[in-house]
Nanobody, 115 residues
Framework: QVQLVESGGGLVQAGGSLRLSCTGS??????MGWYRQAPGKQRELVAV???????NYADSVKGRFTISRDNAKNTVYLQMDSLKPEDTAVYYC???????????WGQGTQVTVSS
């Protein structure tokens, strides 16, 4: 059974930091990443990272968020600094495997940034 389990969301004041974690089980993911969905908006890319450590960020989070992964633990992290109220959303972890018929998603974790 393939699973992605997230942790680390919560409530923080603007300018603060949070660290999200997501651990996969069942298969090895080539690409792992984070997406977010705010109320009334579509789900959007936040950051992704390949198994060799190459990251890619949305422009809105560049310089504030850092994605990393521990392949031995099949875990991806998202360090979020200088948080803004507009970062408030449910954050979802996604795992992808090359040539696989589907992607896998975590259950989501709420991040709320107060002004």
């Amino acid at each position: 059974q393939v699973q992605l389990v997230e942790s680390g969301g919560g409530l923080v004041q603007a300018g603060g930091s949070l660290r999200l974690s997501c651990t996969g089980s069942g298969i090895i993911f080539n690409v792992m990443g984070w997406y977010r969905q705010a109320p009334g908006k579509q789900r959007e890319l936040v950051a992704v990272i390949t198994r060799d450590g190459s990251p890619n960020y949305a422009d809105s989070v560049k310089g504030r968020f850092t994605i990393s992964r521990d392949n031995a633990k099949n875990t991806v992290y998202l360090q979020m600094d200088s948080l803004k109220p507009e970062d408030t959303a449910v954050y979802y972890c996604k795992g992808s495997r090359y040539f696989a018929p589907r992607d896998y998603w975590g259950q989501g974790t709420q991040v709320t940034v107060s002004s």
